[in-house]
């Protein structure tokens, strides 16, 4: 992971996709979501959504999943390296989480992180805050699911 000066407003990174598969979706609602429509195939297909549609919940936890695996990969690459790894605090929250259009079984949504805002923490000048809008994508370019999130991110240099 980066520092908070290493950071431009505007950087983009691609950090994963997945599949929807019947299987995960009625899996996933069982547990978490379990709406007739995120269980059952006729159901699905008699909905609005037109066929066995993903929880947002589900799409939006497989984003969180594929974002802190690519994470630890940069981390470990940079470690590799012999770089000094920074290590990011929590998150304060998000706002604006949209599912923008349904997930149906079978679809592939593809991940992207782009980098809105940062500025240095009034109260903790150790810490930069950014945000950043994390944005999934179907197989046919249209997105699906977006929201906007905030992090600590540690300074390099917290005194300049």
Avoid: Y
Wanted: glycine share 8%; with cysteine.
């Amino acid at each position: 992971m980066r520092f908070f000066e290493d950071i431009e407003i505007g950087a983009r990174r691609e950090f994963g996709s997945f599949t929807f598969t019947a299987e995960d979706i009625k899996r996933f609602a069982a547990q978490f979501d379990p709406q007739r429509f995120h269980l059952d195939e006729e159901a699905g297909r008699n909905s609005l959504f037109g066929g066995l549609a993903a929880s947002g919940w589900h799409v939006a936890s497989v984003c969180m999943k594929l974002l802190v695996a690519d994470g630890k990969r940069l981390a470990a690459e940079a470690a590799a390296r012999g770089e000094k790894v920074a290590v990011w605090g929590p998150s304060p929250g998000f706002r604006e989480l949209r599912w923008i259009r349904p997930v149906l079984a079978g679809d592939t949504i593809s991940f992207t992180n782009q980098v809105e805002t940062k500025r240095t923490s009034e109260k903790r000048p150790e810490w930069g805050i950014l945000q950043a809008r994390n944005t999934g994508v179907n197989q046919r370019n249209e997105v699906v699911f977006s929201f906007l999130a905030t992090a600590f991110v540690p300074r390099r240099n917290p005194g300049s």
